[in-house]
């Protein structure tokens, strides 16, 4: 079996996303062209909540447009599972390097038909958040990581993904097992 694996970037998704986003702005900017422009002496009059709305979503939508173009050319993995943990920078806010020693425990929810989400449960959710200030506003104790920017079969990163947390669970438990042992005889 495989003991590692990394997945690439699913750029089709950061492209539809900042084509939605370009399309969105220019509404917005046609409101405000049509509200401040009047163009050929046209009566048409933009309901002032439209114009308002349009002068907070355009930065907003910007922001947001400049995040998927940037994602178009990041060429960075979105996951690496490998012996030493999983490496999520499947968002700007991810947490990284998880250790296979800090997670307690793995879950797989199915999502709309094909997509799935992975939680990730931390034994100690604490020091993640020190890590990353954005983790903190979640407080939940794990991690989800979804398949939808996927460009690999999820099936075979889930095999890894048990493959790994299974072999470190054993050996913890093993060593568990041991050290109980070991303080018995000695007792």
Not at 22 to 41: D, E, Q, R
Not at 100 to 113: A, F, L, V
């Amino acid at each position: 079996m495989e003991q590692s694996i990394t997945i690439p970037r699913k750029k089709s998704v950061s492209i539809i996303s900042s084509f939605w986003m370009l399309f969105s702005i220019a509404i917005f900017v046609l409101f405000l062209l049509i509200h401040y422009a009047k163009p050929l002496g046209a009566e048409v009059n933009v309901p002032i909540f439209l114009v308002i709305l349009s002068w907070i979503a355009i930065p907003l939508l910007v922001y947001v447009f400049a995040y998927y173009v940037r994602n178009i050319f990041n060429d960075k993995p979105i996951l690496i599972v490998n012996e030493h943990g999983i490496h999520d920078q499947s968002r700007s806010h991810s947490l990284g390097m998880i250790s296979w020693r800090d997670i307690e425990d793995i879950k797989i929810q199915p999502y709309m038909d094909k997509h799935f989400f992975i939680h990730i449960f931390l034994i100690n959710p604490d020091d993640y958040i020190q890590k990353k200030p954005l983790f903190r506003s979640k407080k939940q104790g794990h991690v989800v990581i979804s398949s939808i920017y996927f460009k690999k079969d999820f099936q075979k990163v889930i095999d890894i993904i048990y493959h790994h947390f299974e072999k470190r669970h054993n050996l913890t438990s093993q060593w568990t097992d041991f050290m109980d042992e070991d303080n018995r005889l000695q007792s």
